[in-house]
């Protein structure tokens, strides 16, 4: 039998985090996926973001809300994607996050404005997402960026 390795409560708080985020991701690319499915897929990305507000720092915070911004957006839920996606912003502008960060900040952005129906926020975020990617010091970051600002769903706006 093999030793349990026992966790103090921030250890323990950080593998949740990591661990249903990535539930989160397995969830966004499951093919067909049931209302069980999409529940289940909010809750994780709530309850990442929940314990990465615990122990972790500003920058895991800017990514959990754009995780949880963009289950709303990929559901259709516009109001919960816009107020996630503009925590996201604040937390970004507050700061000062660049790179990667900054390109998926917008990148989230505009797709909430796009949900909501926001054509003129759309473009200004799209935009600046485009601008943002371009700057992303490493290429295989900035590849992977500038693809998922051309993927979809855009909501009829692009």
């Known amino acids: ?9 921030p250890e323990a ?3 949740f985090a990591v661990g249903i985020f990535n539930k989160v991701w397995e969830l966004l690319e499951t093919e067909n996926r049931t209302a069980e499915d ?3 897929m909010i809750n994780a ?3 990442s973001l929940y314990h990465w507000r615990r122990i972790g720092k500003p920058l895991n ?3 959990g809300e754009w995780m949880v911004s963009h289950v709303y957006i990929i559901l259709g839920m516009k109001e919960p994607a816009m107020h996630h996606a503009q925590i996201c912003l ?3 502008e507050e700061h000062g996050f660049d790179d990667f960060d900054l390109g998926f900040c917008y990148e989230g952005y505009a ?4 949900l909501n129906g926001d054509e003129t926020t759309f473009k200004k975020y799209y935009k600046l997402a485009s601008e943002a990617n371009e700057k992303i010091k490493k290429k295989g970051d900035r590849d992977y960026s500038k693809q998922v600002l051309e993927a979809g769903p855009w909501f009829q706006m692009k």
């Open 111 to 114: 797709r909430a404005a796009a």
């Open 61 to 63: 915070f800017q990514r």
């Open 38 to 40: 999409d529940e289940l």
């Open 90 to 92: 604040d937390l970004t």
């Open 13 to 15: 708080q950080k593998a």
């Open 1 to 9: 039998m093999s030793e349990v390795k026992k966790l103090t409560i």
């Open 45 to 47: 990305a709530h309850a």
